[in-house]
């Protein structure tokens, strides 16, 4: 069965970087794209990008260019999102969801969510 | 960038209720939205694609419609366990940006 497992809670000061993990199984990594989604506390869903799994294509909402990046290692089927420069505002959950090319197909699996938080 | 609109932003009803949320893209995107599901403490998940087509293992009380820049979910007769944040989401270009969420729950 397909499954999205990313990694543990997180626990950052301000100016510090985090870096999500979110290992894949039960389907052809490769194949697939996977979307970064954020929400915080109380808040609404954020789209935050998207990486093509196979040739590592992005395409990031303008709000995080230059702050995120986003890869893959498809030897692991593992995709990872980094986010530098962390302030409170990026206290979050942070999910990955898998992407079919087709992309009018929506995100089907659901990682758990990773909660992230920005304290001093 | 595509901005999405929904209304209403929460709606109480009662068991058996018809229930329906609208969608409003800022420019045509043909079918190219979905919406999911999240529930309290939960990841989203995929209910419609493609605007109407049902996602497997989604209950057949739910569907969506509409194309271009106005849409529809709808609950054809609220359970208890539909209780939860709605959201839709555009995927006709990017960046893939959602709706602010509509909360239902039951009166």
């Known amino acids: 069965q397909v499954q999205l497992v990313q990694s543990g809670a997180e626990v950052k000061k301000p100016g510090a970087s985090v870096r999500v993990s979110c290992k894949a199984s039960?389907?052809?990594?490769?194949?697939?794209?996977v979307n970064w989604v954020r929400q915080a506390p109380g808040q609404g869903l954020e789209w935050m990008g998207w990486?093509?799994?196979?040739?590592?294509?992005?395409n990031y909402a303008q709000k995080f260019q230059g702050r995120v990046t986003m890869t893959t290692d498809t030897s692991t089927s593992t995709a990872y999102m980094e986010v530098r420069g962390l302030t409170s505002d990026d206290t979050a959950v942070y999910y990955c969801a898998r992407q079919g090319s087709n992309y009018i197909e929506g995100s089907d699996y659901w990682g758990q969510g990773t909660l992230v938080t920005v304290s001093s | 960038d595509i901005q999405m609109t929904q209304s209403p932003s929460s709606v109480s009803a009662s068991v058996g209720d018809r229930v329906t949320v609208t969608c409003r893209a800022s420019q045509g995107i043909s079918n190219w939205l979905a919406w999911y599901q999240q529930k309290p403490g939960k990841a989203p998940r995929l209910l419609i694609y493609a605007a109407s087509s049902l996602q497997s293992g989604v209950p057949l009380r739910f569907s969506g419609s509409g194309s271009g820049t106005d849409f529809t979910l709808t609950i054809s007769s609220l359970q208890p366990e539909d209780v939860a944040t709605y959201y839709c989401q555009q995927a006709k270009s990017f960046p893939f940006t959602f709706g602010p969420g509509t909360k239902v729950d039951i009166k």
């Open positions: 039960g389907y052809t990594f490769s194949r697939y794209g």
């Open positions: 990486i093509n799994a196979y040739s590592g294509n992005t």
